[in-house]
């Protein structure tokens, strides 16, 4: 049920948190981005579209052209 709540939340509502996040550790936009496409495969361009789109957490990954093989051994 907590996942699923999550999973609902506007993948543009969360990446400015992720960003503000990684600022405050000194870390930039752009290395988040570079993880991100690393992540699920999405360029500079597509990214933005999702983001203009406003999909939820859920649709942004199911829509992901490619999810890295290695993204199960992040921890």
């Given at each position: 049920m907590k996942n699923e709540r999550i999973y609902?939340?506007?993948f543009s509502s969360v990446y400015p948190l992720y960003?503000?996040?990684i600022e405050k550790k000194r870390r930039s936009k752009d290395e988040l981005?570079?993880?991100i496409y690393w992540l699920t495969g999405y360029d500079?361009?597509?990214l933005q579209a999702q983001l203009e789109k406003e999909v939820c957490l859920k649709t942004f990954f199911a829509e992901a052209?490619?999810?890295n093989p290695n993204a199960d051994?992040?921890?």
């Open positions: 609902n939340m506007t960003i503000n996040k981005d570079t993880v500079k361009d597509s052209p490619q999810i051994k992040i921890k």
